[in-house]
């Protein structure tokens, strides 16, 4: 008798193997996809996607502190520029090191930046003018960080010691410093040895960890050291201290709109004027910003030259 159940698996089982072999080819074929191919990822912003390009600023802040702690301090004057002047973007740049920062600016990369005195004074052969500076001037000077048991008292004990510093380029913490050892006897060249770290913390920490004999820092730098680590700034003291010179700046790039200038200029340079305002400058450790011009730092050109005739000219 013909059993037509026992005949009907066989093409029945055949179909699903048929299946299941497109099946197995679908996905490899997929998985090949996935392979040459990469599917594009979700990108997220805070920033309006009707924001004219032609209004998205970027502001750059020179290395005062890490990044992560930079934008802490300015992001939230980043976010009431963009409040006052509707229709606008300011995006925060930070840099990782003044050289960092330096080949960032020669290339004109920000409409806005807060540079150090050194290269404000550098910045308008870049193609920048300064508009304004942070206030206390008597603020902008170096500090020398030594542990409170160290036997150094005077310059000449630092004859075969280890200099810290942040980096060549740190006017108030590296520059002014060695000026300053040069004029008391120093011959920064050939009696020290100097050593650049990077930032203002890690040149503190030198001193605290005696990889260095005395490190070189400025106020604001120690001070934001003392309340973010008491611990250790508990063992550090203040040994000397550098004539003061002139404060940071805000420098505008030559092609941003005039109108724009002026207003970002009035903004920063009234925000003691409210509760909001002082608070934001609390933020970035100042108490206010002054209108500036480029004649504010021929200081610093003086200066300049002063170094480069009785340090500069050893290396």
Known sequence: MFDLTKHSQAPLAMLRAHWLV????????????????????????????????????????????NPQLLHQKFEPLMAYLETQLPGTAF?????????????????????????????????????YHVIAKMGNDELFRGVFIVRKDSPIKIPADLR????????PTALAAAMMPQLY????????ATDITNKYVGTHNSS???????????????????????RSNPVEAAELKVLWQTPALIQNAIIA????????????????????????GQQLLKNIDTTRFDSASDADFKVVSDFLAEFNQLVKKQK
């Open 160 to 167: 075969g010691k280890v200099v810290a510093y942040p980096a």
């Open 91 to 127: 995006d925060l740049e930070t840099s990782n090191d003044y050289a960092d920062y330096e080949r960032k600016l020669r290339a004109g990369k920000s409409h806005f930046s807060l540079p150090n005195p050194y290269h404000a004074a550098l910045a308008s052969a870049w193609g």
């Open 204 to 226: 503190i920490m030198n001193a605290y960890l005696r990889q260095s004999d005395i490190s070189a820092t400025w106020p604001v730098a120690w001070q934001a050291f003392e």
């Open 253 to 276: 790039r030559n092609d941003v709109a005039p109108d724009v200038v002026a207003q970002v200029q009035r903004l920063l340079t009234t925000l003691q004027d409210s509760a909001q």
């Open 22 to 65: 497109l099946g197995l080819l679908a996905l490899a074929a997929l998985a090949g996809c996935s392979r040459e191919e990469t599917l594009p990822t979700p990108q997220y912003t805070s920033k309006s996607a009707l924001i004219d390009p032609a209004k998205h600023y970027i502001f750059a802040v020179h290395p005062l502190q």
């Open 181 to 188: 050892l040069q004029k008391n006897g120093i011959n920064v």
